[in-house]
């Protein structure tokens, strides 16, 4: 992605692509598909594959290490919280993060997951999508709307999601600018940890002060439905809502700014299925689950198995971490044809880039109304949308993340 000023020697975004590890991987995929049809579930030898020798001979204390690739491996694995546990999150994420519901097991976490998730009722939604999302998207759109051309990620599906929760936590408008920044360095810790640390200080910090102003005013946002939240005589502390809150950017914005890139990146790249859209919109719900089925933005998540135990008839060990590869699931031959192509005339069918079971994506409904309202403006408003032919192609790019770094525009 290009700096918006060339002088700007610090530029938070291009940290973020790098973090993501876009230029590293343009497709793994077909490395997804030559894994499935060996096992459902591969050990990597993570030694050898670092190129160490005696790796046969190293210590127990190493632990092993599973993928599991095909859909029926993955759901069995996200559907028990029992014997795969989430709280291998706690060493590095934890650090950045705090104590959040990610990192929780049960029954902490299910209490966690029912005061925090008083915040997102159906009701909620409805007011969020007239009274933040709309608007946002509508701004982001004014800007470019008399130019006949524009990138759209960078003027539209990366900023709006970070917005959209400013909107939603009540944040002064005057902060906006200040706030993005310490996002983007909070999600791209991996790429630069000292200012990704800086970023969960500072953000600790700034919403202190404005929990502390809500605790004494309640207003009707975010940050006081979480301060009143309530369940049978249990309240979230001051601590475990700063921990949500940081959470909210990594989960809330980078992952929706991705779905509703590569959805886009979808029907650009063929337009015949953006014509069919925006012809008929009652296509809209499965347009978006194929998009989120064939390029899901995050495609791996982590567990550790708490028992020696069998997934999809591969032996997994006590103490192995298993990583879930929601990806490959998602592209697994056994529950798609043409599991590879993007087509939104699919029959809708389960899939899996939400994850699963107790930890399955708390802003679902967040996430699919946002994607659609971000969709239907477009349409409504760009007509004639088409790639910029004389832009360098776009690609979906990442290994972890993926999402187009550009989406270049023509419209009108
Ligand atoms: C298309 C967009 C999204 C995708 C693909 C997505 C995907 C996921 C996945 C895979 C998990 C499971 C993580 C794990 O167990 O390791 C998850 C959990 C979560 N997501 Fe999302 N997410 C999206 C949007 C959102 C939004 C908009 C929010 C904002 C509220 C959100 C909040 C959360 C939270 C709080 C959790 C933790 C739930 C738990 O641990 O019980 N997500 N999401």
Request: overall charge negative; glycine content about 6%.
């Amino acid at each position: 992605m290009t700096a918006p000023e060339a002088s700007d020697a610090y530029d938070p975004f291009e940290d973020f692509n790098r973090s993501a590890g876009v230029g590293l991987v343009d497709d793994p995929y077909p490395l997804f598909a030559l894994a499935r049809p060996q096992a459902p579930v591969i050990e990597d030898n993570v030694l050898e594959s670092m190129g160490l020798e005696g790796a046969e001979d190293a210590p127990e204390i190493v632990q092993r290490v599973f993928t599991a690739y095909s859909f029926d491996a993955v759901q069995q694995v996200l559907r028990d919280g029992e014997t795969f546990s989430s709280a291998g999150y706690a060493a590095v994420m934890g650090e950045v993060m705090g104590h959040t519901i990610l990192e929780m097991d049960e029954p902490e976490h299910h209490t966690y997951r029912g005061l925090v998730q008083q915040a997102f009722s159906r009701k909620t939604m409805e007011r969020w999508e007239k009274e933040a999302v709309l608007p946002i998207v509508d701004e982001h759109l004014d800007a470019v709307i008399d130019r006949g051309s524009a990138e759209l990620v960078r003027e539209l599906t990366f900023p709006f999601p970070v917005n959209v929760i400013a909107r939603l936590l009540g944040l002064p408008r005057a902060d906006l600018p200040q706030f993005h920044r310490w996002a983007v360095e909070l999600i791209s810790v991996g790429f630069n940890w000292d200012r990704g640390i800086q970023a969960s200080h500072a953000l600790r910090d700034y919403f202190a002060a404005i929990l502390a102003e809500r605790r004494a005013s309640p207003a009707d946002d975010l940050m006081s439905t979480l301060a009143a939240a309530e369940l049978d005589g249990q309240r979230l502390t001051d601590e475990e809502i700063f921990a949500f809150l940081r959470l909210l950017l990594p989960a809330g914005a980078e992952t929706t700014y991705r779905s509703s890139s590569n959805l886009l990146f979808g029907l650009l790249t063929n337009p015949d299925q953006l014509d069919a859209l925006r012809a008929d919109r009652t296509l809209m719900p499965q347009a978006i689950e194929e998009g989120l089925r064939w390029e899901p933005p995050l495609l791996t998540i982590v567990r550790t198995a708490t028992c020696d135990t069998v997934v999809d008839g591969v032996e997994v060990s006590e103490g192995s971490i298993v990583i879930v590869n929601m990806g490959s699931a998602n592209h697994d031959e056994k529950h798609w044809d043409r599991s590879e192509e993007f087509d939104i005339h699919r029959k809708p069918k389960q899939h899996l880039a939400f994850a699963f079971g107790p930890h399955m994506c708390l802003g679902i409904h967040l996430a699919r109304m946002e994607t659609r309202v971000v969709l239907d403006r477009i349409l409504d408003r760009l007509p004639n949308l088409r790639l910029d032919p004389s832009a360098e192609p776009p690609k979906i790019e990442g290994m972890t993340f993926r999402a187009p770094a550009a989406l270049p525009v023509l419209f009108g």
